[in-house]
Every structure is written in structure tokens, then in C-alpha cells.
């Protein structure tokens, strides 16, 4: 669902470019002061202003995620790389060692979700610092897999797969400042999409 969010909404934004300079496929959009930033994994980080791809930036191996606060944005690659980027530079970069699944900016932080290890994989979740991309903070999910991730309130919101067919979709909240658990909740069907504001989450 999120790709496909992101091809139509680039397809709109980028309506009156040269057809070549808006091609997909997307993976990410994200809208900043005055751009909107899109995760092109053939091509980098699209920057679209003006209703024009306005430039480029190599931000690594086939980005899959991105997120925009102010006028920086941050990405996070397949392989578990992120990059901050303000302008049309990369002015931080980091390699975290986990299989990348999803990243949100918050107030205060950069949060990563990820897996590491096979048979069983773990889910995690890393708190990063927002300039310097230096990990504050882990949390240890478990075994269940956690596909979704958004932040907004002074929360950090985690969707949960079920673990079987009977198992129902779980929903966790964490206080972004405090780190510690705020809420949870079970939610029958599996999580496809979630956005996070200040009166609480979609899901």
C-alpha cells in the first residue's frame, strides 16, 4: 500500500516533469518545508519542488524508507544503512546492522525498525540520535514480527503481525521521551498502513 501511495502521489507532484525524471518505481514519500522528498530504490532520494524533480542525492543501495522533518530528511536503505540529508547533501551516515523494515521522525528522535538473525528472526527497535544518527536506544520486540511504525503524539506506535491465524494484530505504544510502554491493544486483521498525529493513531 505504501508504494503504491508513493507512485501516485509522486505521479501527481511530478506532473509536468520530463516523463524520465519522475520514473518508478517509489518506495517512500515524505513531505518537508517547501519539498517533497521520495525513496526511488533504482535512483536515490527524489527531491520535488514546484511540481519538478529537482535534483537527486545518493543516499546508498536502494533506499526503502524515508521520513521528513523541517527541511532535512532521513532515509534508510534495504541493507540497514541511514543517511541524513539536508539540501542536496548527506550530511550524516550510518550502518546498523539489521535487515531494515521502517523509520518515523519524531520530536526528539529518529526511530528505525529492523530485524536481525534467522530461524528465529527478532524484531527491534532503534532510537537514534536525529543529527548525529547515534543510537540512544534499543528496544527487543521479540519474535513477533512488528511490520509498521509511526510517530506522532510523543509516541512511538508499533503495529504487529499476528503470529497465526488465530492471533490477533497487536498495537503498542511507547512514550517517545521516557522510552517507557504507554499502551496496548489488541486489533483483529493485519496491519497494511498506520499514521500517527497528535490525538492518537490510524491504523
Known sequence: MRRALAAGLVALLAAGAAPAAAKGPFAGVAA?????WVASPDRGLL??????????????????AVAAA???AWT?????????????????RRSLGLDAIDLAVGERSLWVLGSRGLKPTRSVLLRLDRRTLRVRGAFHLG???VSRLAVGGGRVWLGFEPASART???????????GRLAM????????????????GVWV
Open 32 to 36: 518537508g518545508e517547501a519539498v517533497t
Open 47 to 64: 527531491r520535488v519542488a514546484d511540481g519538478r524533480v529537482a535534483g537527486v542525492v545518493d543516499v546508498g543501495a536502494q533506499p526503502m
Open 70 to 72: 523541517g527541511g532535512e
Open 76 to 92: 534508510l536503505t534495504f541493507g540497514g544503512e541511514v543517511a541524513r540529508v539536508a539540501g542536496e547533501r548527506v550530511e550524516a
Open 143 to 145: 519474535r513477533r514480527a
Open 168 to 178: 490477533p494484530m497487536g498495537l503498542v505504544a511507547i512514550e517517545e521521551g521516557a
Open 184 to 199: 496496548r491493544r489488541r486489533l483483529p486483521g493485519s496491519p497494511r498502513a498506520m499514521a500517527a498525529g497528535r490525538r
